[in-house]
Structure formats: C-alpha cells, structure tokens
C-alpha cells in the first residue's frame, strides 16, 4: 500500500503575503492557543527569489515569494491535519491579502519493486526503444502527469519512477479570488486528503494483484 510521506507534502496559498508580517512573534502572539511556546527555528532557503521558512513545533512556515506554505518538520498525522486549521486561521486574520489559488500537495511512497497498476497502459517497453534509435540508452528515472478535472478543482497526479522509488504526487489545485473561498477550500482538506488515500491504494499494485 502506497505511503503518505508527510514530510514531503504540504498546503500552499498563492497570494500577496507579506514576510514582514508573517513572523514567529506575530504567529505566538495571535494565534497562542495554536502555537504555544516561545521557541521556534528559522532557515533561509536558496532559490532564484531567497526565502526563509521557519519551525514552530514542529510545523513549517513559508510566507515568501508570493506563496504561504504550510508543512510539517516531521511525519506526524496530527500535526498534518493541523495545517488546514491554522492556514485559515492567518487567513481569517489577514483577510483583505489578495489570493489567488490554493493548493493541497499529497506524496505518496508506492511499493518498493512492484508496478503501479496503471503500468500496463504505460508503453516503457516502446519508450526505451525509440530512445535506443536515438542514442539515449541510459534513462535514469521518468514523470508522467495526468491532470484531471474535478467538480472543485483540478487534480494534476504525477508519476515519477527512479530506480530507488516510484512515488505519486497528487496537487489539488483550487483557483480562488477572495478569503472566504479561501477557507471553503480549506475546509476541504480532510476530504481531500481521504480521496488521495482512495486513488494511491487503488494505484498501488497491493491491492491489484
């Protein structure tokens, strides 16, 4: 059965948030019943645009370059099921930022060695041959996306194949232009998630033996 790799998956907010604002002391200081504590750990991440993502109990916060990104530090269900409800916390506190999209990122870890079921209508066979007759002969990992039309939003699900692991990455992409769409989105994350769940063990080769 396909694994949710937490670390790796995440809640993204597309919109004009402002860094200077959103800071571990402004995080404490409006939200302290969801953010206890006084410590917290900070990290510039290197990129074409510099950001800095900072830690507080254990859940990671990334407001630069027009996106907030929420994660978790650690593989941690609770925690991950707590990214919904602070995200909309910031978003009821910042109502008037402009937005643009939100996100729901989930990754999945398939079975080690195993085809996915999808496979057979996958032509790899096909692929290394036309590759061969043009020189390349050492593929060393592929994607394949399949983006699909929801009744809320729009699912792009890749398939990324290494010699070491098959993971599947599924981005539920929801456009929105104010807060309270926002967190009607938000309030989908569960069920989301739970469907996320569905399509990766249905994918997965355990139960399509």
């Keep these: 059965m396909a694994r949710l790799v937490i670390p790796n998956s995440n809640l993204v907010i597309i919109g004009a948030w402002n860094p200077a604002i959103i800071t571990p002391v402004w995080l404490r200081q409006q939200f302290p019943d969801l953010l206890a504590g006084d410590q917290y750990q900070a990290e510039f991440i290197a990129g074409p645009a510099v950001s800095v ?42 109502p008037h930022t402009p937005v643009a999209a939100v996100g729901f990122n989930f990754v999945f870890e398939a079975a080690q060695g195993e085809p996915l079921a999808v496979d057979r209508f996958l032509d790899e066979r096909g692929q ?31 398939y990324e194949y290494k010699p070491e692991r098959t ?5 539920f ?32 080769p355990v139960n399509n033996r």
């Design 173 to 204: 992409h929801n456009n929105v232009t104010n807060g309270q769409q926002v967190r009607d989105a938000l309030a989908r994350f569960a069920g989301v998630l739970t469907e996320a769940r569905r399509l990766s063990d249905a994918i997965d």
């Design 167 to 171: 993971t599947l990455m599924f981005n």
């Design 53 to 94: 993502r900072f830690t507080i109990n254990d859940v990671q916060i990334d407001p630069s370059n027009g996106r907030l990104v929420l994660s978790c530090a650690v593989d941690d269900q609770a925690k991950f099921e707590f990214l919904p409800r602070l995200a909309t916390a910031i978003s009821e506190r910042l």
């Design 128 to 158: 290394d041959e036309f590759y061969a007759n043009l020189g390349l002969t050492s593929r060393v990992g592929r994607q394949v996306t399949h983006s699909f039309a929801l009744p809320q939003s729009t699912l792009n699900l890749t």
